[in-house]
């Protein structure tokens, strides 16, 4: 009996050693993963917005803290977060839209985060307007609003250029004319 309550004893020091050993090596572990990823604060966020009367899909930049008016909705980006290009692709912006109503009255229709990757998630849907976040960039063609006080601009973009984008492909026109397909006959 004497034999087996030291087995048991052995076997309570071994499991209290392994369970040491195990949360040590967790510990040295740890510091090289990262629990959140780094993030880039952008002065610029990016919406589409699709008019369903005219069918028409309209790309547009906002500077943050900037209302802008599509139609008859006015969008205001607070903040607009992104990942560094080493890590997995996550946009989001925390965006407020209010509707100007027939009245002339403004009311606040939409307050929260939007998604890039998830637009039908969290996405305006308004009667006749969608608005949804689709990029956030570190500049802008468009000129800054005199009055911007958001994070820094990391120089202009010429037309078409974005600076959050990888290296040029060396295209021009975008992609060739096609080749035929040979004849089968």
């Not at 599509?70 to 890590?87: D, I, S």
């Not at 985060?113 to 969608?130: K, N, Q, R, T």
């Not at 037309?159 to 004319?177: F, M, N, R, S, V």
């Amino acid at each position: 009996m004497k034999l087996m309550a030291d087995q048991f004893d052995t076997m309570k020091a071994v499991r209290r050693l392994g369970a040491g050993l195990g949360i040590a090596a967790m510990a040295a572990v740890t510091p090289l993963v990262s629990a959140h990823a780094e993030k880039i604060e952008n002065p610029v966020a990016v919406f589409s917005g699709l008019d369903k009367i005219t069918g028409r899909i309209i790309s547009f930049d906002v500077y943050i803290g900037e209302t802008v008016q599509f139609g008859a909705l006015q969008v205001t980006p607070r903040v607009c977060y992104t990942r560094p290009q080493t890590e997995s692709p996550l946009t989001t912006g925390f965006v407020q839209v209010d509707e100007i109503t027939l009245n002339n009255e403004v009311r606040r229709i939409y307050s929260g985060w939007m998604f890039a990757a998830s637009p039908g998630l969290h996405a305006v849907e308004h009667p006749v307007y969608d608005i949804w976040l689709t990029d956030c960039k570190l500049a802008s063609t468009v000129p800054p609003p005199e009055d911007y006080a958001g994070p820094p601009i990391t120089g202009t973009v010429a037309e078409g250029e974005d600076p959050l984008a990888g290296p040029d492909d060396g295209l021009e026109h975008g992609p060739g004319i096609p080749r035929p397909k040979p004849f089968q006959g």
